[in-house]
């Protein structure tokens, strides 16, 4: 018997889903209008402390960077946009990136700083004791917010490494309040239309304590910046057991979500393709999403943070995607009529049940079918292995010095 | 549009897994010869430290749980037999219990000893230091033995609550010589064909440190019984993070997985419904019992251990069995020469994927078919609802104790 | 050789501190004003969902319950006040309470609410779908509000259970309202000089999620409610790994610090005696205490919320409270100038040492010193022992029911 | 008020030891038979994925780090051996270093394997699907045998880095069998008298799976192996909560502690100072090694691996050690009488007093005293930033490439 094509199965599951009473014209809508900001580090070469296996073809300079980018928004058509780093992606002329980016369809995303690689930052940047390395974190910072209205990024997205690692090491109330004056210049100089997102971290590589260790921290330092500083939610920078998607849904009410790094993690910051480990976890956080409502997720920075340190980097972007979309999809299959009607009726199990009616449903020639409409691949991990990008740019960027995450 | 029937969502599966190359045959016969073997006190009332919630309708005695028991087999199909719990199930007659489960399509399943509920085993049971502790405690298990015997039961399912709380409190390794006497005496005197199913726990109640805390504890005790000897995997008794289908795969390799107490865990030993928190975590593990095959996994006793606080019992151990179905009918879907074969030309991406097109598939109309075959529930949770057995018991359960987990 | 008496070794420390700068005078005239609450229920008999193991000469009764506080303060010098929980100590005479504590030397502490233990609280108080269930829940705050007018209590210390054990089980969002709106009138209710703590907690008895999980939850619904609403960080409460210490630091220099409620843990909310399995975190939190100051710690209430298991009550708070002197001890000979400078000049393991150096000090003769200058014993644990309370109330509380926690 | 001197503390602490029953005598020359080992590659940089901060000074081959191991061990007294690490350590005449350690008063000791940072390795080493990796990395251990065998070292310890990152990767089972050839044609390769020391790790640089992932998997390969293999702990590689000092004292029992790789963690594997996060953790595991006694205890090796990142790396060797001889010190002071009594009565309270009277003893001046016995530093870390050893390296080594760990 040939096996049905994924048309074919979209045909049953449209006429499954449209029975269910299921709005499907609206899901595909809202699924095609899902973004997904690649970061240009994920590109390059990256791994543990113990060892970074080199890949080939990895790119050399931000253009290729963008380059492989357009390859993985060809393929999932939700991708348009890079986050940029610096000063890995420091160029000279910020407006021939912009054009190169512009031709390949393709505009810059949110601007990180780095605050962790100089030999200055050895016990802290804008925590630092020493004033002088905290002026020289903070001109960092205000570069980025230059290269931010020079690149039309509306975006800052921070992650401080500082921390200490010994008890007693340095006080965490004036540690505190040195980030906080940091950070407020940064706020005050940021252009106009452009939002700070503070990211908060459980530790690494800080092992005692972390100066924004979770979303409490972050939401304090947001709140004593002003509106546009927003909270930034890292899925792999949680204590264990720690529920997310409670995080998501709070700080999405108090208008204080600023953003996501999407990855994956069984232990620690595992960086691996997000929805790899839970998925149900994955498809959980984005339930919240939807029922908070467009309005509220509007601003919401959708943002992969990864690291792939065994397989191969463009494909394991591209699932990266794919694994979004189909968290997405599934959440937007959640029947809330119903989800209210058990909740209000105290009906524990019914409500349980209609969350995971909506995530068993295979979701994958619907998510297949918007990619059609999008122009993009049906199956984008099999189009990028079929269609030899990876082998020729391996082919082409010989010589020059690959891009790495250090 | 009028909703698809389970009976056409098989069909429209059934035709795109034969399409993919299932011998669909060979799927559903192992589904129909699943086994999940549902806890006594499972259908009592049990709760938290805090509270226990009592619900209406809980049986009263050994008889009425066997009736509740033989419900959730009439839903699901593949729940014919039934733990229990000594002293909580103590009857006088237990040829009058036997005849009773048999009346029901019944059997009485593992025999559980109670080694933390005696005033005398505060400070524990086979480890306790005084010697007439241990006698007492070594006696109930000598006596559970003989309730084995005179039940048919092939299987002692031992958890030991014994720890300390304070660092210093008592010595490990004296009580674990203590613990290996009792056994040793306890394995000795089990009938003919009987296992000893030892089970770890990484804490609670005790929480210093617990005397057989990790599988490597159970594993190293079975080790010195003898072969009848083997690990109970109680999902929810690991430590954050632990991989337990790698430890089910080494204990099976081993010829040392006696079995399961599944539940599902977020935080502690939260002992709820399974599957519920991860379900692709619980289709790893059965991807492990798939991939070691029929004869290494013949003699595991699949068991459920939960509490149901909150939710109707019944609907909750009804909704646990169908979430194992759907475990096993998508592990059963894992296309293994696939796997094999990305295995072996390392690539990481392709094997991944190889599981998860397994796990995505929606195999609720393919479950639902399997029950229609064993003569249960399309839906076994609608059903429930449906068939008023709660309402009726709630009605006729009045007066006496309801049974409790304390 | 005999060995030496306590005054002997005080003797020995006073030379060798005085000797490296100690201003010792001072150190002894903050132990003796340090003040630890212990709480009612922490007399009478507790235990895991598994068991409760009773002990003799439980109280029967608040009265009951305050004599057995107020040996523990005879014996320790700084344990006044007891904290009281409604309704497990509901009396209809709250004078006669007052004036019992009082000719004891002692005094009514916190009024602890109960939400949990309700029939009607299943699915949660403050927080639960239906409106009645939460009038009922404020309508018991309110009444506990009064209580406080009543009893002369400063703080009103109030813990929710509220949570869900299943995702989709209800909303975060609308139950945060709901819990919001709830404390508001309570809030507002409340007696002139009193304040509302606000605990969280990780996880139990909810398992899914807790509607207050974290130090962030708790802050934020304080900041929404006013600044008479503080956080209450008990230790045993916190996801594993998380720095308790830099949390009360943030929250002190947030003037959020409302109080504790002391335990140690291993694994869970295991309310453990205090500083057993981690001493050096104790340490770190009360460094952090002495760091901020007198007058941000002026208002912080140190309350003890334990549960003794295995071991005799009377000895255990006992114990507690000698963990808490020790601890406080040794934060107060941190050399906080030779500290700031090795911090100042970026000296990581100076400051670090600087920390262990006072932690490393054998403080318990100053400690005794500290206690018999308060009329209170100089081992507190020995004295209690010899003293002969613990036989004599196991022999006149016959009859009646001893007190326990559920 | 001059400050008693340390000899003047001791003076004072052995009076009072002498009169709680102490055999200082014992005690002492236990003390100075104590041996640590540190490791050559705790003497060039380290650091964390993020970023690797070098340090002044730092050795850039095998002789000059055994010429630091020398000023660790001239300040302590009880380091006279280095673990080696190959390739790092790599030389071409094994008798030229072995006369350099000699003349320094030192020996080699541990031989460390390295099978993750080779390009091959990058899906595993012994567990590689591909047989030519495993012949790669079967036939380094070989060679690591016979380097063991020219330098004289009795043991060979081995770190596997080898797992997976995504569920799927590769067989539990598969890799199992193929770690169990490589290691069993290492062992049978092993010179006389050369140990074979299994480590395990919960996870990292693997995030899904680790081969070894903890102590059972270890023993239950060292069972397969033989006797002379016996299983490594490092403090830093256990899930949290896990009770180390348990599996110490089962390990022991069995006659599987091979050693020890000390070092401190608060979250993941931190590899901070041993001691500096929970030292009262660290004491625990010393008290079951004097609990095992003497003979139990001969064949362990205690050796040190830690990454120093932020600290000078001298100072934290020096400091580590330090630590180690205060925790062993501790665990010699434990009345064992008073504890075995205790806990044969069942006195839970009085058997962990026995404990925390041992741990609350402030060693100092002990150690201290043993060190001068031992002709080592009363204060090491004092004396090693009096003795200008740091200074005068970084000055001396100018020039080539300072070791680093990666």
Chains 1, 2, 3, 4 share one sequence.
């Not at 402390?49 to 980018?69: L, M, N, T, W, Y």
């Not at 191969?312 to 119903?338: C, F, G, H, I, W």
């Not at 049940?353 to 020639?365: C, G, H, K």
Request: net charge negative; with cysteine.
């Amino acid at each position: 018997m040939p096996q049905p094509t994924m048309t074919d199965r979209y045909g049953a599951l449209a006429e499954d889903l449209t029975g269910r009473g299921v709005d499907l014209a609206a899901v595909e809508g809202a699924l095609r209008t899902q973004r997904v900001e690649t970061p240009s580090w994920g590109y390059g070469n990256s791994g543990t402390r113990f060892k970074v296996f080199p890949q080939p073809g990895v790119p050399r300079d931000p253009f290729e960077k963008f380059a492989d980018a357009a390859e993985v928004h060809r393929l999932t058509g939700i991708c348009p946009s890079v986050a940029i780093h610096i000063p890995w992606d420091q160029v000279d002329d910020w407006g021939a990136l912009r054009d190169h980016a512009a031709a390949l369809g393709m505009a810059i995303g949110a601007v990180n700083p780095n605050l962790f690689q100089d030999e200055a930052y050895k016990l802290g940047s804008v925590c630092h004791p020493d004033p002088a390395v905290r002026r020289r974190a903070t001109d960092h910072l205000l570069a980025c917010g230059e290269i931010a209205a020079r690149t039309g990024s509306t975006a800052i997205s921070l992650w401080l490494a500082d921390g200490t690692n010994y008890p007693g090491q340095d006080s965490f109330v004036a540690r505190w309040r040195r980030m906080e004056a940091c950070l407020a210049e940064t706020y005050a100089a940021m252009p106009d239309g452009c939002r700070l997102l503070v990211e908060y971290k459980f530790y690494e590589p800080a092992f005692y304590h972390t100066d924004l260790a979770d979303w409490g921290m972050a939401l304090t330092m947001c709140q004593a910046l002003g509106e546009r500083a927003q909270v930034l939610v890292d899925l792999g920078h949680h204590a264990q057991g720690v529920n997310v998607e409670q995080i998501v849904a709070l700080l999405l009410d108090a208008g204080r979500l600023g953003g996501f790094h999407f990855n994956a993690r069984k232990y620690g910051d595992d960086d691996l393709i997000v929805g790899s480990t839970n998925p149900f976890e994955l498809f959980l956080i984005y339930a919240e999403l939807v029922a908070a409502g467009e309005a509220a997720t509007a601003d919401v920075a959708y943002m992969i943070d990864q690291t792939h340190n065994i397989e191969p980097k463009l494909e394991a972007m591209t699932q990266s995607v794919v694994n979004l979309q189909e968290a997405y999809a599934r959440a937007l299959l959640v029947d809330r009529d119903a989800l209210a009607a058990a909740r209000e009726a105290g009906d524990v199990l019914a409500a349980h049940r209609v969350l995971t009616d909506a995530y068993q449903t295979d979701v994958r020639p619907l998510c297949a079918k918007v990619r059609r409409d999008l122009g993009a691949a049906d199956d984008p991990v099999a189009a990028l292995r079929a269609g030899g990008y990876a082998e020729r740019v391996a082919r082409e960027r010989v010589g020059g010095t690959p891009a790495s995450w250090t």
